[in-house]
């Protein structure tokens, strides 16, 4: 996946002296209109119609899984500044179940000691496994009180991560306009983590399902570890079934090794992870509104999950 090109500053003069207005330049002026306009009504919204400020929103913590890819920490921080652009009031935090810094429960300790009261903790998580289900609500039932959290769900199931999976497969180079005998011999291998829980495999079937819905043409949900069928032995069953234009759809939400390695299984294909596409972000911050919809925050330690 290319990360997003930090926007440059055109404006610089050269040396024959200023550089005339072209469209790059209008580009970045324009740019930087929008964030300023963007940071502006984010401080506007926390303003009462009577003046009085309103209170602030309860921080979401984005808690990723760690990786030792050096590109999986870049890609969520690039995630984070979309969903900082999207919503400019919101503090916006990172916390990691294991393998990179910050791990969660200093995220949540550096929460307490800055005072902040209330938080919304997003797993960028795809379905209901061990660390959605364990890992996740014992950290923040460990939290220091009075700090009063609430623990959304997954990411997934959901059509947000269809349309993403969609927009990465057409950049592989996936046609949105298939001929019959191309629908016909084409399939879609949905190559995700695994994982022993079961509930994990059912949110992954269900979204390979919405996916095969999007796309007209079979597509069958296959595991990296700890789960059945393996994308080799998805892909050799779908060849079997007459299925020739064989791509893999990555459905992780970073680059690391698992998604390398299944990558090199894909016989036509390959789609880049999820990772920092527009929609991922709103779907962020979808699951943070429903976590705070919750009548409960865990500073009575019942854990809710959206």
């Known amino acids: 996946m290319k990360a997003s090109n930090p926007a440059r500053d055109e404006s610089s003069s050269s ?8 469209g790059a330049h209008l580009d970045s002026t324009a740019q930087l209109m929008n964030a300023i306009t ?8 926390l303003v009462a ?3 009085a400020r309103r209170p602030a929103p309860p921080a979401l913590v984005l808690v990723a899984h760690g990786s030792r890819d ?3 920490l870049s890609t969520v921080r690039t995630l984070i500044e979309r969903i900082r652009e999207l919503r400019p009031h919101l503090p ?8 990179n810094e910050p791990l969660l429960p200093d995220t949540l300790a550096a929460l307490h000691a800055e005072g902040t009261g209330e938080a919304v903790l997003v797993p960028l998580l795809l379905s209901r496994g061990h660390h959605v289900g364990r890992d996740i609500p014992e950290a923040a039932a460990a939290a220091p009180a009075p700090l009063r959290l609430r623990v959304a769900g997954p990411l997934g199931p959901h059509p947000l991560l269809v349309e993403t999976l969609y927009a990465r497969l057409v950049e592989a180079g996936w046609r949105t306009h298939l001929s019959d005998p191309d629908r016909r011999a084409s399939g879609v291998v949905l190559a995700a ?3 022993r829980a079961p509930d994990a495999a059912v949110d992954t079937r269900r979204t390979a399902r919405l996916l095969a819905e999007r796309l007209g043409v079979p597509v069958l949900a296959a595991y990296a570890s700890a789960a059945t069928p393996t994308v080799p032995a998805a892909v050799r069953a ?4 007459g299925r020739h234009r064989i791509a893999v759809a990555s459905y992780f939400t970073a680059p690391g090794r698992f998604a390398t390695e299944c990558a090199a299984a ?10 920092d596409h527009p929609a991922m972000a709103r779907l962020v911050l979808h699951r943070y509104d429903q976590a705070r919809a919750l009548p409960e925050p865990v500073a009575e330690r019942a854990l809710a999950t959206a």
């Open 38 to 45: 963007s940071r502006l009504g984010g401080q506007l919204s």
């Open 15 to 22: 040396p024959g002296g200023p550089r005339p207005l072209d």
């Open 266 to 275: 894909a016989p036509w294909i390959t789609a880049e992870p999820l990772g």
């Open 92 to 99: 916006v935090r990172l916390g990691h179940i294991e393998l």
């Open 70 to 72: 050096p590109r999986a």
């Open 238 to 241: 779908m060849a079997a079934r």
């Open 49 to 51: 119609p009577n003046g």
């Open 193 to 195: 983590a695994g994982s």
